[in-house]
């Protein structure tokens, strides 16, 4: 059964889509779209011999080879020009993600729609996005197996810069508490808006993990370590403010 977080990704696929799944490692997501009719052609992408041959294998097991190619490369250079509506990156840092589409921009002008999924530096994601004229459209997060996940879902709008200001003007929460652009681009501007249980307990979590190491540097006892520890609780302290 596919994962929790893989159909999350799944479920914004627009019907009838051509989509490239860049790290596409065993083709999990190509195949359960073509399976189920959602697409009408798929590139599976891997940097890496290994998942390349297992997402080969797993496409011919499933007889989808007539929908789903699967092609070995770096990012977005497996995707001929306008061959795909929809991009998918998943299971993989916000950084490599970012890097993955500014070095793949020119493979973009076919594309309508991005769908992200950062398993750390969901901020530098939202980053390249406000800054090549991307707009979030939606924003999930999920947990799965103790683990939490931000799908990121992006279109292109013919006012992409009004619209990001719109979406990361600094505004108040429900508490009050004003959340200022760096911390929407952290937090999400749509997630912190409409924030539900999961968020809660994300950041809660977020604020164990920071007490943890804040701990671990109470012993350090040097300047640095003193100054690190105050950054942190300043950082900790802002983190219980705005949930
Ligand atoms: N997308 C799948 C998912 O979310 O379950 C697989 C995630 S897996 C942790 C990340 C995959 O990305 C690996 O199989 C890795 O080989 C691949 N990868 C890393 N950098 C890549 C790049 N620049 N281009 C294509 N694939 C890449």
Redesign the pocket.
Known sequence: KL?K??QT?ASFVPPGSAVA??????A??PVYLAERGRVSFAVA????A??FEAADKQVKMAGLSNIVQVRL???L??VKPDEVDVV?????GGS?IA??LEEGQQKLGSVRKLIL?P?VGEDQVRLWLMAHGWVLENEVLLEEDGKYYEVLCAVRSANADQDNLDLYRPRPLDGGVILETPELIRFGPILSTRPDESFYDRWSSEIEKLDKIMHGLENGGTEAARKRWQEMNDERNRIEEVI
């Open positions: 994962s977080r893989l990704i799944d860049i790290g596409s490692d065993h999990l997501l992408g891997e940097i890496n290994g998942p490369g770096d990012g250079a497996v998918t990156i998943a299971g993989m490599l890097h993955i999924q398993n």
